[in-house]
């Protein structure tokens, strides 16, 4: 993976026109998000100007899908069945070649989406949003310190440095996605770092900012790390044999 700035594994690999805001889908699970999901997507549509597509794969019962769907996103009902049901079928249901995830949680900076479109431009086919990387002060500090473990253990099972696995935002070309069965749930998120990294996709980790959570968090931090820590171990196994 390449980190160090200098974006020397894949820079030379673009080709062709650019991608636009045109070419991106922004795609999240929401889950009983009213509190936060308006500022996310007047975020998107304000950074985007409009342009993106936006996918929610929602299970709520508050009025999280009507505010969605009154700001144009498309919105795809599903029972609640976890972070990674969600948003399988979130990037599965992407129309676009570009894909970027978000939490609706109003924790990911929405100012960012150029940066992650320039870095997929240059070449990259997964980048990855680090909110280790500056600190991220407004985490609560055992997820903190979680996220540090989820990262020192699939780095240590990779033999390659990772430094933020459980992030929810990042962009993927859409053949990524499309070219790799996903299995996880609570540990998604790691999944889609770890696989497309232990494939040879050439994969870039950049800093973003991570705010505080608008509204409750759907995460259990005990039986969801324990769920993580499981797929981390699970997926670069099952990785190093294919
Ligand atoms: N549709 C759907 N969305 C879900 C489900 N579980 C979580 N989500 C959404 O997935 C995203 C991630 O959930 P969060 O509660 O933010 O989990 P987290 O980021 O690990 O925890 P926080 O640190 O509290 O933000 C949010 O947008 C949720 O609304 C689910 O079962 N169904
Ligand atoms: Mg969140």
């Not at 998000?33 to 996918?55: K, P, Q, S």
């Not at 399988?88 to 924790?107: F, G, I, S």
């Not at 949003?129 to 979680?146: F, H, I, V």
């Amino acid at each position: 993976m390449d980190s160090d700035g200098d974006g020397s594994d894949a820079e030379s690999a673009t080709s062709g026109d650019e991608y636009t805001f045109d070419d991106l889908s922004v795609v999240m699970g929401t889950y009983n998000e009213e509190a936060a999901i308006g500022t996310v997507l007047d975020d998107i549509e304000r950074v985007t100007d409009g342009w993106a597509e936006v996918v929610c794969v929602d299970g709520s019962s508050d009025r999280t899908p009507e505010i969605a769907d009154q700001r144009g996103a498309r919105v795809v009902r599903q029972e609640p069945q976890g972070y990674g049901v969600a948003v399988r079928e979130a990037l599965l249901a992407a129309d676009r070649p570009v894909v970027v995830t978000t939490d609706c949680d109003d924790t990911y900076p929405m100012e960012q989406l150029p940066e992650f479109l320039d870095w997929i431009n240059r070449g990259y086919d997964v980048v990855s949003g680090d909110r280790l990387y500056w600190g991220a002060e407004a985490m609560p500090d055992l997820n903190r310190w979680g996220n540090h473990a989820f990262a020192a253990l699939a780095s240590l099972l990779l033999g390659e440095r990772v430094h933020d696995t459980t992030t929810g935002m990042r962009a993927y070309r859409r053949d990524v996605i499309e070219d790799v069965a996903w299995t996880e749930n609570t540990g998604l998120s790691a999944e889609l770092l770890i696989r497309p990294l232990a494939r040879g996709y050439d994969v870039r980790e950049i800093p973003i900012e991570y705010d505080e959570r608008a509204g409750e968090t759907k995460l259990d931090p005990f039986t969801g790390g324990a769920a993580i820590a499981k797929s981390i171990v699970k997926v670069c196994l099952e990785e190093r044999k294919r």
